[in-house]
């Protein structure tokens, strides 16, 4: 297991971050308000939980202790991953997770993409005696009441990258209608969030 990596940050993508360690480059897949705090070029620390399976090894890079805590924890609700642990830790802080199971809060914890209302039910049902009371960290910013979902993925995104909440505003609203374009109704919030820093980076 490896508990953490300290090291010279080497890259820093939308997604993940490069760590050099004894001229070993580690690539730690990372949320956006974790990658947002690092530099290249500059040295860190990243708490890590590593995922094991058959046909691969990867590393989960956290800002602190807690969130990675809180990454481990709620993948022991069934139904739920690694991918999908980083998603709510993403979109929530840790004490965010803590309230919406505490106050059984189903509308918070679907704010997660990839969570339902009967996923969130179990999350609440399995995690309420075990995920503790919240140790007083920062709160993520809340979406605004109405809008698509992608919305303010995209817009959290934008911010934890280091851009603007202004900034970030006007890019969402850019992509939108790329948005509205794509079939279903869960766009690729990955594909915008790109677009979207394709048209910062125009700016």
Known sequence: MIAFVRGQVATVTLSSAVVEVGGVGLELLCTPGTLAGLRPGQAATLPTSMVVREDSLTLFGFADEDEKAVFELVQTASGVGPKLAQAMVAVLSPDDL?????????????KVPGVGQKGAQRIILELKDRIGAPTGGPARTAPVAGEAPWR?????GLVGLGWSTKDAEKA????????EGQPGD??????????????LSKA
């Open 98 to 110: 803590r309230r919406a199971i505490a106050a059984d809060d189903v509308k918070t914890l679907t």
């Open 152 to 156: 303010d993925q995209v817009r959290q």
């Open 186 to 199: 869960a766009p690729d919030v990955a594909a915008l969030l790109r677009a979207a820093l394709r048209t």
């Open 172 to 179: 969402v609203d850019a992509v939108g209608p790329q948005a």
